[in-house]
């Protein structure tokens, strides 16, 4: 599946280095921060010079999918409708030390992964979980060094339509997709995990992926 266009919401360390990555490797990046598209030019310059920014509400218009990149103690901040009904790629993370919104701890509370919590506040969006267990250093790293430690990235969703397009998009900046069974398998990516920031291949991945999920299996609260 061919990706045209991305848009990335967070300009941040994640965000603008995605949109190196993505850019490198012909995919066009709209890319938005907390301030307006028009106080971007010198960061963007510096940090992602390929990147357009635009306004966070105009994220979605014309892409292909967006990529979460947002602190988590931020999401309030971000309208759930500017991602209404388009692929959103959770790729925040959970940090102890982080406050949160009240939906994001009560949900996280309540026994859901932090993707599922996400899914479930931006209930309009097709969510996914990928690229959150990876540094903003390894996933701008040039190709040669990706290719050499043949590293695979792993993605989780319950929308099985859009597995292809999430898989282009992390072959697309060298890597190997891994697909989990669905988006509460995200849990396996989550930090203090045994992928979290580790370089592995694929068949490695998905079999940590699958014993950590059987370890949370009988504690698995019933979603409704
Ligand atoms: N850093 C990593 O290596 C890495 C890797 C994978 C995943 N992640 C996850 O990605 C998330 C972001 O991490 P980071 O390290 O990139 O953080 P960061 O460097 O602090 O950047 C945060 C970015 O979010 C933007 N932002 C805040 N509120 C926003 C809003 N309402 N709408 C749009 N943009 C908003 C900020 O924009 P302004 O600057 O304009 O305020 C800033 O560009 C975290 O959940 C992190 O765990 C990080």
Request: charged residues 25%.
């Amino acid at each position: 599946m061919n990706i045209g266009k991305i848009g990335i919401l967070g300009a941040g360390r994640a965000g603008t280095a995605l949109a190196r990555a993505a850019a490198s490797a012909g995919i066009e990046v709209n890319i938005a921060g907390s301030r307006p598209a028009r106080h971007m030019k010198y960061h963007l310059a510096q940090y992602a010079p390929q990147a357009i920014a635009v306004e966070a509400t105009d994220i979605a218009r014309d892409v292909d999918l967006v990529v979460l990149m947002v602190p988590q103690e931020d999401l309030d901040e971000v309208d759930i409708d500017s991602v209404d009904g388009v692929l959103l790629i959770d790729a925040t993370n959970r940090w102890e030390d982080e406050p949160l919104p009240n939906w994001l701890e009560n949900a996280l509370e309540k026994g859901l992964s932090s993707s599922e919590a996400i899914a479930e506040h931006f209930n309009g969006s097709r969510v996914a979980k990928a690229l959150n267990h990876i540094s903003h250093w390894d996933l701008d790293a040039d190709r040669a060094s990706k290719s050499a430690s043949q590293r695979a990235l792993a993605f989780a969703t319950n929308h099985h339509d859009d597995a292809e397009l999430v898989a282009s998009l992390i072959q697309r900046i060298g890597f190997a997709p891994v697909m989990l069974p669905d988006l509460a398998a995200g849990r396996a990516l989550e930090p203090n995990g045994d992928i979290f920031n580790e370089i592995l291949g694929a068949e490695e991945l998905a079999r940590r992926a699958a014993e950590e999920n059987a370890r949370q299996e009988p504690s698995k609260p019933r979603l409704h």
